[in-house]
Protein backbone atom coordinates (compact mmCIF):
# COMPACT_ATOMS: atom_id res chain seq x y z
CA UNK A 1 0.00 0.00 0.00
CA UNK A 2 1.31 3.15 -0.68
CA UNK A 3 1.53 6.55 1.60
CA UNK A 4 -1.29 7.91 -0.69
CA UNK A 5 -3.74 4.84 0.07
CA UNK A 6 -2.35 4.02 3.27
CA UNK A 7 -3.80 8.20 4.01
CA UNK A 8 -6.87 7.54 1.94
CA UNK A 9 -8.07 5.00 3.96
CA UNK A 10 -7.28 7.09 7.27
CA UNK A 11 -8.50 10.19 6.44
CA UNK A 12 -11.60 10.79 8.92
CA UNK A 13 -13.30 14.13 10.14
CA UNK A 14 -13.89 13.65 13.68
CA UNK A 15 -12.84 17.15 15.34
CA UNK A 16 -13.64 20.22 14.98
CA UNK A 17 -11.31 23.05 15.85
CA UNK A 18 -13.13 26.12 14.26
CA UNK A 19 -15.58 27.70 13.38
CA UNK A 20 -16.31 31.26 11.34
CA UNK A 21 -18.37 34.14 12.03
CA UNK A 22 -18.96 36.79 9.28
CA UNK A 23 -19.53 40.02 11.03
CA UNK A 24 -19.74 43.59 9.45
CA UNK A 25 -17.58 45.38 11.74
CA UNK A 26 -14.60 43.17 13.11
CA UNK A 27 -13.48 45.34 16.07
CA UNK A 28 -17.24 45.67 17.26
CA UNK A 29 -17.41 41.50 17.34
CA UNK A 30 -13.95 41.20 18.65
CA UNK A 31 -15.31 43.50 21.68
CA UNK A 32 -18.46 42.18 22.17
CA UNK A 33 -17.43 38.07 21.94
CA UNK A 34 -14.20 39.14 24.02
CA UNK A 35 -15.90 41.25 25.99
CA UNK A 36 -19.48 40.46 26.76
CA UNK A 37 -19.24 36.74 26.19
CA UNK A 38 -15.94 36.29 27.79
CA UNK A 39 -14.11 34.66 25.38
CA UNK A 40 -10.08 34.35 25.04
CA UNK A 41 -8.48 36.76 22.23
CA UNK A 42 -5.80 34.88 20.55
CA UNK A 43 -4.68 36.81 17.61
CA UNK A 44 -5.57 38.96 14.54
CA UNK A 45 -4.37 38.29 11.00
CA UNK A 46 -5.12 40.17 8.77
CA UNK A 47 -8.58 41.13 8.89
CA UNK A 48 -9.53 38.41 11.16
CA UNK A 49 -9.93 37.86 14.93
CA UNK A 50 -9.45 34.73 16.72
CA UNK A 51 -10.50 34.11 20.10
CA UNK A 52 -10.70 30.77 22.37
CA UNK A 53 -14.26 29.51 23.12
CA UNK A 54 -13.50 26.24 25.19
CA UNK A 55 -11.43 23.54 22.68
CA UNK A 56 -13.53 25.48 19.72
CA UNK A 57 -11.48 28.18 18.21
CA UNK A 58 -13.62 30.82 16.58
CA UNK A 59 -12.93 32.95 13.88
CA UNK A 60 -14.48 36.34 13.21
CA UNK A 61 -14.38 37.52 9.30
CA UNK A 62 -15.82 40.70 7.76
CA UNK A 63 -16.90 39.06 3.94
CA UNK A 64 -15.53 38.95 1.18
CA UNK A 65 -17.32 41.80 -1.73
CA UNK A 66 -19.58 38.70 -3.19
CA UNK A 67 -20.21 37.14 -0.03
CA UNK A 68 -23.10 37.57 1.65
CA UNK A 69 -23.31 38.33 5.34
CA UNK A 70 -23.95 35.29 7.61
CA UNK A 71 -23.33 31.91 7.37
CA UNK A 72 -21.12 29.58 9.25
CA UNK A 73 -18.05 27.46 8.41
CA UNK A 74 -17.12 24.27 10.47
CA UNK A 75 -13.26 23.74 10.31
CA UNK A 76 -11.97 20.24 10.85
CA UNK A 77 -8.78 19.74 12.79
CA UNK A 78 -6.00 17.60 10.76
CA UNK A 79 -2.53 16.30 11.33
CA UNK A 80 -1.03 16.90 7.77
CA UNK A 81 -3.09 19.39 5.94
CA UNK A 82 -1.21 18.43 2.54
CA UNK A 83 -1.67 14.63 3.24
CA UNK A 84 -5.82 15.27 3.94
CA UNK A 85 -5.68 17.27 0.88
CA UNK A 86 -4.77 14.65 -1.35
CA UNK A 87 -6.37 12.18 -0.04
CA UNK A 88 -9.72 14.21 -0.48
CA UNK A 89 -8.86 15.44 -3.92
CA UNK A 90 -8.59 11.71 -4.74
CA UNK A 91 -11.78 11.04 -3.10
CA UNK A 92 -13.75 13.22 -5.87
CA UNK A 93 -13.71 16.40 -3.25
CA UNK A 94 -14.22 20.23 -5.10
CA UNK A 95 -11.71 22.75 -3.46
CA UNK A 96 -12.40 26.04 -3.55
CA UNK A 97 -8.73 26.98 -1.90
CA UNK A 98 -5.81 24.53 -1.86
CA UNK A 99 -3.58 24.53 1.53
CA UNK A 100 -2.57 27.87 2.17
CA UNK A 101 -0.84 29.79 4.92
CA UNK A 102 -3.31 31.87 7.48
CA UNK A 103 -0.67 33.40 10.09
CA UNK A 104 2.76 32.47 11.35
CA UNK A 105 2.49 32.26 15.02
CA UNK A 106 5.75 31.93 17.09
CA UNK A 107 5.71 28.52 17.71
CA UNK A 108 3.41 27.54 14.65
CA UNK A 109 1.66 28.14 11.40
CA UNK A 110 -1.89 27.87 11.02
CA UNK A 111 -2.59 26.63 7.45
CA UNK A 112 -6.45 25.99 5.66
CA UNK A 113 -7.99 24.92 2.86
CA UNK A 114 -11.47 24.86 1.68
CA UNK A 115 -13.92 22.26 -0.29
CA UNK A 116 -17.62 22.37 -0.62
CA UNK A 117 -20.31 19.62 0.36
CA UNK A 118 -22.72 17.97 -1.90
CA UNK A 119 -25.13 20.80 -0.91
CA UNK A 120 -23.08 23.83 -1.68
CA UNK A 121 -21.84 24.29 2.03
CA UNK A 122 -18.19 25.53 2.46
CA UNK A 123 -15.97 23.02 4.44
CA UNK A 124 -12.36 24.13 6.19
CA UNK A 125 -9.56 21.99 7.02
CA UNK A 126 -7.23 23.60 8.87
CA UNK A 127 -3.59 22.35 10.50
CA UNK A 128 -1.30 23.82 12.99
CA UNK A 129 1.86 22.96 12.34
CA UNK A 130 4.72 23.23 14.86
CA UNK A 131 7.79 25.19 14.14
Same mark, same amino acid.
Not at 54 to 65: D, H, N, Q, V, Y
Given at each position: ?27 ? &? ?6 ? !??? *? ?7 ? +? @? $? ?40 ? &? ?6 ? !??? *? ?7 ? +? @? $? ?16
Amino acid at each position: MSHSDATLSTVCFDTIGQIAITVDDLPR &AKHFYQNT !LGM *KFLFDAGLL +A @F $LQCGAIRIMLSTPEKSEPRGGTILYYKVDDIQATYSALKQRG &AEFLQEPH !LIA *KMPDHELWM +A @F $LKDTEGNTVGIMSEVRN
